[in-house]
């Protein structure tokens, strides 16, 4: 399943930073076929304490983590929806992803040039938003354009998407994300076909960095502005050092947390921020274990059996017939599959079963 997160941003917020940061949690791209080889692509491991465990408890000779990529991409700048700077490679390059990850700044340092001008985070943000908003505007008003015929001919389907369309725009223009209109079921496929990025799921990254002035330590009018804006639209955030991070990514983990406790940076950004952007698209984990090999498959929340076996091979949907299932705690304190077999721990399930986030799994085919 190809997952890809992009990296987007003004330029000079720490943007690149994160993503080099990023990129030392990358795993062999040999592991996932979807990967895309480009140096701006890193496959990121998902942090997963759940995975280390079971592999522990079957001795695997192989650990396979569960992975999501991080796309970095060109810098915006103001004007990039009628392409100034680099905007159209950058408008081309994230309506590729799946989700967003918009890097705005939220420290103080004269050595680092803002090209605003002043630390503002929200208006950052305001930018930013400004020229991917007026991007999916033009994408919307030229494909009503070209349907019009269409619909004028009487097409129940041109007419579907027409509705859609008249919804989209005076949205867009009042400056609204895409993502703000619901979609009904008919009219669902058609706002996935015009790949707009303001519907695409929004995760911000608030970069600060160690001895300068911080806006979350500040707590002034541009910090306040900023959680307001976070509240009212109900938007993911997470804060991060990308340079602490970036700093520490070539030490060992006992290294790496006495010098971020030294540093002043109590959490791993970064892990933060894959947790949260594997959560950004709906997605859970679940696990097959043994002596061969321990991984980690991810699954859109909600699929059933069948639909979670074609992440190990696209047969399992049609061949499947049951599953074996158990939590992996259950299995861990069961202490073996013969002793968790003797209690009824282990449960043959159907096809209808929703599988959930945990599950170790062996699918009968």
Same mark, same amino acid.
């Given at each position: 399943?190809?997952?890809s ?6 330029p %000079?917020v720490?943007?690149?930073?994160? *993503?080099?940061?990023?990129?030392k949690k990358s795993?062999?791209?040999? %592991?996932y ?6 140096p ?5 491991a998902?942090?997963d304490? $759940?995975?280390?465990?079971l592999?522990t408890?079957?001795?695997s000779a192989?650990t396979?983590?569960?992975a999501?990529e991080?796309?970095d991409?060109a810098?915006?700048v ?5 392409? /100034? ?10 309506? #590729? ?6 890097v705005v700044r939220i *420290? /103080?340092?004269e050595?680092?040039i803002?090209?605003?001008?002043? @630390?503002?985070?929200?208006?950052d943000?305001e930018?930013?938003?400004? /020229?991917?908003?007026l991007a999916d505007?033009?994408t919307v008003?030229?494909?009503?354009? %070209?349907?019009?015929?269409e619909?004028?001919?009487?097409k129940k389907?041109?007419a579907?998407?027409m509705?859609?369309?008249? $919804?989209l725009?005076?949205a867009?223009e ?8 619901n979609a009904d079921?008919?009219?669902?496929p058609?706002l ?7 519907s695409?799921p *929004?995760?911000y990254?608030?970069?600060?960095k160690? !001895?300068?002035r911080?806006?979350d330590e500040l $707590?002034d009018?541009r ?7 976070? %509240?009212?639209?109900h938007? !993911?955030?997470v804060i991060?050092?990308?340079? @602490?991070e970036q700093?520490l990514?070539d030490?060992d983990e006992?290294d790496?947390?006495e010098m971020r406790?030294?540093l002043?940076?109590?959490d791993?950004g970064t892990?933060t ?5 594997? #959560?950004?698209?709906?997605l859970i984990?679940?696990f097959?274990?043994g ?9 859109? $929340?909600?699929w059933t059996a069948p639909e ?8 399992f949907k049609?061949?499947f017939v049951?599953? #074996?299932?158990?939590g992996? =705690?259950?299995?861990?304190?069961? !202490?073996?599959y013969?002793?968790?077999r003797e =209690?009824?721990?282990? =449960?043959i399930?159907?096809k209808e079963?929703?599988v ?10």
């Amino acid at each position: 399943m190809s997952l890809s997160i992009g990296i987007v941003g003004l330029p %000079n917020v720490g943007k690149s930073t994160l *993503f080099n940061a990023l990129t030392k949690k990358s795993v062999p791209a040999e %592991n996932y076929p979807f990967c895309t080889i480009d140096p701006s692509v890193g496959v990121v491991a998902v942090p997963d304490d $759940r995975l280390g465990k079971l592999s522990t408890f079957s001795q695997s000779a192989k650990t396979v983590p569960a992975a999501v990529e991080f796309t970095d991409i060109a810098g915006l700048v103001k004007g990039a929806s009628e392409g /100034e700077g680099l905007g159209n490679q950058f408008l081309s390059h994230i309506r #590729e992803t799946d989700a967003i990850a918009e890097v705005v700044r939220i *420290f /103080e340092d004269e050595n680092v040039i803002h090209v605003g001008g002043e @630390i503002n985070p929200l208006k950052d943000i305001e930018v930013i938003n400004l /020229e991917l908003m007026l991007a999916d505007l033009q994408t919307v008003t030229k494909r009503k354009s %070209n349907i019009a015929k269409e619909v004028k001919a009487g097409k129940k389907e041109a007419a579907i998407e027409m509705g859609l369309l008249e $919804r989209l725009i005076p949205a867009l223009e009042a400056g609204k994300l895409a993502s703000t209109v619901n979609a009904d079921e008919f009219e669902a496929p058609f706002l996935k076909q015009l790949c707009l990025i303001t519907s695409k799921p *929004f995760l911000y990254v608030l970069n600060k960095k160690a !001895g300068a002035r911080n806006l979350d330590e500040l $707590r002034d009018e541009r910090w306040t502005a900023l959680q307001e804006f976070l %509240n009212a639209t109900h938007a !993911g955030h997470v804060i991060v050092d990308a340079g @602490i991070e970036q700093e520490l990514k070539d030490l060992d983990e006992i290294d790496k947390s006495e010098m971020r406790q030294g540093l002043g940076a109590h959490d791993d950004g970064t892990d933060t921020l894959i947790k949260r952007g594997y #959560e950004l698209l709906g997605l859970i984990t679940y696990f097959t274990t043994g002596t061969d090999e321990t991984r980690a498959w991810t699954i859109k $929340r909600g699929w059933t059996a069948p639909e979670a076996g074609t992440a190990i091979h696209s047969d399992f949907k049609d061949k499947f017939v049951r599953a #074996e299932i158990i939590g992996w =705690r259950e299995l861990l304190d069961a !202490g073996s599959y013969a002793a968790a077999r003797e =209690r009824g721990l282990l =449960r043959i399930e159907g096809k209808e079963y929703v599988v959930k986030d945990g599950d170790v799994i062996e699918f009968k085919v």
